[in-house]
């Protein structure tokens, strides 16, 4: 940074010591338990900016950079607990009450970190930018046990594209047991709005445009139904009025082998999985963005 760019972000010393004051008051009054080597950073910058304040130095903008740190990571702590309670749902994952063979979840400090090392800067913008960033912790498993966790919330059976979704696992060799884990955040916003046109220009032209490029993908039947079985709980079901378009789990394009594109919406008294034709259907497209990366 230029010296003309550090004294124009120069912080008068009162408001620096406010700032401060700030940052150690979240910091003592959260009880999210942070990693060590985020506490450690936060420890450093905090001692930094003292020492700075008591010689009379001038304090930047530059000195609080480990606060965002600090900030992304309570974020990502308040939502674990509620992403975790989420999964015991026709026990999907209960650590109390394990399934033989699966592959235990990452813990919080696992989560913390995987985000804040493998999500790149464009990747975090995408998801600044999501109007309700909802935390996912999802097992890597078939869509039956998903189905079951959302059967679970809704008290109703499954209606929606087993026999494809089936078919999509075989290909991605994806088994009933857990063999792994991925954490991201999606779209959690109860409706979005659409675009109008043929959805297989629509399709193209999304899969082309800036949140693609910068790492969002659209979110997988998997993970639309982890997000609808919270909804539900919350009392607010996504899409009661619109649909969102999803992608198979396993599969790398939106288009199946039958030519056709899964959606997922509130229809009635519980959740609805259909499809469209991509090359004939006219509609008002919604694209549930998500970020994942696996741990």
Not at 72 to 86: F, P, R, T
Not at 154 to 181: L, Q
Request: charged share 30%; proline share 4%; aromatic share 6%.
């Amino acid at each position: 940074m230029s010296a003309a760019k550090e004294i124009s972000q120069e912080i008068q010393p009162n408001m620096a010591a406010d700032r401060l004051a700030g940052v150690e008051k979240m910091l003592n009054g959260e009880k999210v338990k942070l990693p060590d080597d985020v506490l450690a950073n936060a420890v450093r910058g905090i001692k930094n900016i003292k020492e700075k304040l008591e010689k009379r130095l001038p304090v930047h903008e530059s000195d609080f950079d480990f606060w965002e740190e600090v900030k992304e990571a309570v974020k990502i702590g308040l939502g674990y607990n509620e992403a975790m309670e989420n999964l015991k749902g026709g026990n999907l994952y209960n650590p109390e009450n394990p399934v033989k063979g699966d592959k235990k979840a990452p813990t919080l400090e696992e989560v913390i970190n995987t985000l804040q090392s493998k999500l790149t800067m464009e990747q975090k913008e995408v998801i600044a930018q999501m109007k309700n960033p909802v935390l996912l912790v999802k097992p890597i498993t078939a869509w039956k046990r998903f189905a079951e966790n959302l059967n679970s919330a809704t008290k109703i059976g499954y209606n929606g594209r087993g026999s494809e979704w089936t078919e999509n696992e075989k290909e991605a060799k994806i088994t009933d047991k857990i063999t792994g884990w991925e954490i991201g955040f999606a779209e959690g916003e109860q409706e979005l709005e659409g675009k109008p046109g043929i959805l297989g220009d629509l399709i193209t032209e999304w899969q082309n445009g800036l949140q693609s490029k910068k790492g969002a993908k659209l979110v997988t039947n998997n993970e639309y139904m982890l997000l609808m079985a919270r909804s539900i709980k919350k009392g607010t079901p996504i899409d009661k009025t619109n649909r969102s378009i999803l992608k198979g789990e396993g599969r790398d394009n939106l288009i199946g082998k039958d030519r056709r594109v899964s959606y997922g919406r509130w229809a009635g008294d519980g959740p609805y999985f259909a499809d469209y034709s991509p090359v004939s259907h006219f509609v008002n497209a919604r694209f549930r963005v998500a970020v994942m990366v696996k741990i």
